[in-house]
């Protein structure tokens, strides 16, 4: 089950994000609440929403995704590599307007209906 709520960063940007509430508790949406209105004010008084530039920051999270990829093949714990990809990508999300609700929908609405699914590490699509 999923569930929508809009929060307000310290700048007046509203934000509409949507979240499910069978992976996660009360106490942990309202984390995830904070720390994305946190994440996005830190982008705003750093001037990383004006100062910089979508290539900067795409550059940026290509530089995360690499040390995602070390991570992984290293075997070492990739949690704070997810959670720079978070904020890069926060970042992105709030210079062109958009917001988390919106690109999650749009991309579940382009995969929802696929069908198939993963044998022997391929994607084998129905029909295939
Ligand atoms: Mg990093």
Do not use: P
Request: hydrophobic residues 35%; aromatic residues 4%.
């Amino acid at each position: 089950m999923s569930k929508k709520t809009t929060i307000e960063t310290v700048h007046g940007v509203k934000q509409e994000i949507s979240y499910s509430t069978n992976s996660m508790t009360h106490d942990e949406q309202e984390r995830l609440l904070t720390l994305i209105t946190r994440v996005v004010d830190w982008h705003h008084d750093r001037n990383l929403i004006e100062g910089s530039t979508d290539k900067d920051q795409t550059l940026k999270l290509l530089q995360e995704l690499g040390e995602l990829s070390d991570s992984v093949c290293k075997g070492k714990d990739i949690s704070d590599d997810i959670g720079d990809m978070l904020v890069v990508m926060l970042n992105i999300v709030e210079r062109n307007g958009l917001n988390l609700t919106k690109c999650l929908e749009r991309a579940w609405s382009d995969i929802k209906d696929r069908k198939g699914k993963m044998v022997d590490g391929i994607f084998v699509k129905e029909g295939d």
